[in-house]
């Protein structure tokens, strides 16, 4: 029988980088998420955002990340083993995806005020 929980730090990494892997082959949300999320990356080390600017810009990201994570496995428990469409089961989405709305929105945002104001000075 095939244990399921790791060991080592190394298993668990390993184990978590085949995460990432699969959502970003499987996953559209998750793959614009990442085209996104490292647009305004690269425009914050353009643009000589502060370290303060950063650290909004990698939490925010890192939320959105990690509620698109947990939405997914949301929606694959659902599908597994409720296969069935009730209105239960669509509720339960639907939260989950607003969880992921909620932190791309702050993360867009937050990108947006720290961003423009920055894009526009170097045009002028």
Known sequence: MRRLKNRH???????????IVWCLKNERNY???????????ILNILLKSSKTEFLIWLITATATFSSEYLNTVIEHIIDNYHNEITEVNKRI????????????????????????????EVFR
């Open 31 to 41: 793959r614009d998420y990442t085209v996104i999320g490292g647009i305004c990356l």
């Open 93 to 120: 989405k639907d939260i989950g995806s607003s969880a992921v709305f909620i932190f791309g929105m702050t993360f867009l945002i937050s990108q947006g005020v720290i961003l423009i104001p920055k894009i526009i």
């Open 9 to 19: 730090l190394i298993d668990s990494s390993v184990c978590a980088v085949r995460g």
